[in-house]
């Protein structure tokens, strides 16, 4: 066996073959055998598109058991994985097309001709829609068997962008090593095993959905109930048959808008897990009275995987993303990066086996965000107390996170600021019910300008994902900043963070 994450996933598929792996909502089950064999052929049909090891696979397509397939194609035929959010647009494909140059591409069908002429003829593209249909479908002639590629630990196995605070997104590069480690650590921190049945709901162009859920059932060959989407009352009609759901805050805040949703709904549940963002102290406590379990909250970032969990026995705590998990050490630093005592606030830094190995072609980045003595600066600000729970209190990076998404206010900013008639712009995120915060856009108009907030989102809604651009936007004549000259978004927080506000 070599370090190829596929290896270690494969070991379970293949040990009850007929075993159910996941239902889709419809009813339709999919068993191991299904993905060893649809796997192996997707990593030939990448062999012969010209894929080679190491190569990048860029995929945008719809969640659907062949999407999660493909995944683990990729993983067996050693080429690195890179998911991208349905929601981009033309500009932000570009972008990552250009930096990652990918080999293959695959696109839903609408989507093909972009990708075509966005790629100037360097990838084979094949398409895949949400039912499995498409020029993917070329691989059912091919044969279903396919050795792993050999791979090291420090090989990439896929490559996640995350928006960079320049504007420019940064592709976190995780190895084969980065996965293994974290899966295994989790699948033991929550007890995972073939008696579970995992609700998963989450997308799977996200480490939430793509690592955490996916790696934890499959490794641990319990079962899933597939959904396309988180839409509440189809969750609610599942969750008796489940065992294990994993959610963003939203996820919860919607299930409790369920009248219907209550104890008689969870008996089957053993496990509710929440991250991604923080978790609202007021939709934890209400959870608890409603579902009668405590949500367990936990942190971790795509360039980490999972850091840090609340205790699957012992105490969970309402605020708290628990201790740091076995494998990774955490600590918090001042500005000179030094430990600070227990209870001192300062930055996140961690280290460990599923640390990434650094952003994708980005070296004087990668250098910047490791201390002298090897510790990942997270960017996310918290304490930690004696006892070893972590709190996060802000983050040091200027991140809006939006029903569970991150946006980076500065490229929403850059793409403001070059409108006709803007001067500048300052977005934030301000408190939001259903989405945690809510994308708002501070914008001074030039001298004479005529500006409208409909036509300004309009624009915007061409060229960003949907839940980039702004909620609302509200036109001032200057920005509030400092000594320093930096804007004060603490104080357009504060202005514009009360609900309703206009
Ligand atoms: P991503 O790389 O998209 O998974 O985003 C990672 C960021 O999400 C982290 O750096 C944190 O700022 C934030 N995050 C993840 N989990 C939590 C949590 N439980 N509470 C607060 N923030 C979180």
């Not at 696109?107 to 039912?131: F, H, I, Q, W």
């Not at 396309?228 to 959610?247: E, I, N, Q, T, Y």
Request: net charge neutral; proline share 6%; aromatic share 8%.
């Amino acid at each position: 066996m070599t370090a190829n994450f596929y290896e270690a996933l494969a070991a379970v598929l293949q040990a009850d073959p007929g075993r159910p792996l996941l239902e889709t909502e419809d009813g339709r089950v999919h068993v191991r055998a299904d993905a060893e064999r649809e796997s192996a052929r997707y990593a030939r049909l990448l062999a012969e598109a010209g894929a080679r090891p190491g190569d990048r696979v860029a995929v945008q397509v719809e969640k659907s058991p062949a999407a999660l397939f493909l995944y683990l194609a990729c993983l067996r035929a050693g080429c690195v994985y890179l998911p991208l959010n349905t929601a981009y647009q033309r500009g932000e494909l570009a972008y990552f097309l250009g930096d990652a140059e990918p080999a293959v591409i695959v696109a839903r069908p609408e989507s093909a001709d972009l990708m075509r002429e966005l790629c100037k003829g360097r990838a084979r593209v094949y398409t895949l829609d949400e039912n499995g249909s498409g020029s993917l479908t070329e691989a059912a002639t091919l044969p279903q068997e396919f050795a792993p590629v050999a791979r090291g630990p420090d090989d990439l196995a896929v490559i996640l962008y995350t928006s960079g605070t320049t504007g420019r997104s940064k592709g976190a590069m995780v190895t084969h090593g980065n996965l293994a480690s974290n899966a295994r650590v989790l699948v033991d921190a929550w007890a995972f095993s073939e008696r579970d049945t995992l609700l998963h709901a989450l997308p799977i162009f996200h480490i939430h959905g793509l690592f955490v859920a996916n790696h934890c059932a499959l490794l641990s060959g319990a079962r899933m109930l597939w959904h396309r989407k988180f839409d509440s009352k189809a969750v609610l009609r599942h969750l008796p048959r489940a065992s294990v759901m994993m959610g963003v805050p939203t996820f919860y805040t919607r299930l409790l808008a369920e009248p219907a949703f209550g104890r008689d709904a969870c008996g089957g549940m053993r496990l509710f897990i929440c991250g991604s963002a923080p978790l609202l102290p007021e939709t934890f406590a209400q959870f608890e009275s409603r579902a009668g379990q405590r949500i367990l909250e936990r942190y971790g970032m795509s360039e980490a995987g999972m850091i840090c969990s609340n205790p699957l026995d012992g105490e969970r705590r309402s605020g708290s993303v628990g201790r740091p998990l076995p494998g990774g050490q955490l600590r918090i630093a001042g500005e000179d990066d030094r430990p600070l005592p227990a209870g001192g606030i300062g930055g996140i830094q961690i280290r460990g086996a599923n640390v990434f190995a650094g952003y994708w072609r980005m070296p004087e980045k990668t250098r910047e965000e490791f201390t002298a003595d090897g510790w990942f600066r997270t960017g996310d600000v918290g304490t930690m107390d004696a006892g070893g729970y972590v709190c996060i209190v802000g983050r040091a990076k200027d991140l809006i996170i939006s029903g569970g998404y991150n946006v980076y206010p500065k490229e929403i900013e850059l793409a403001i600021d070059v409108m006709p008639g803007v001067a500048e712009s300052a977005v934030i995120g301000v408190p939001h019910p259903d989405f945690g915060e809510a994308v708002t856009a501070v914008v001074v108009p030039r001298a004479g300008a005529k500006l409208d907030a409909v036509q300004l989102i309009a624009a915007l809604r061409r060229d960003l994902a949907n839940y980039k651009v702004p909620k609302q936007v509200h036109f001032v004549d200057d920005l509030p900043r400092n000594a320093m000259g930096k804007v004060q978004k603490a104080l357009l927080r504060e202005r514009y963070g009360k609900r309703g506000a206009r």
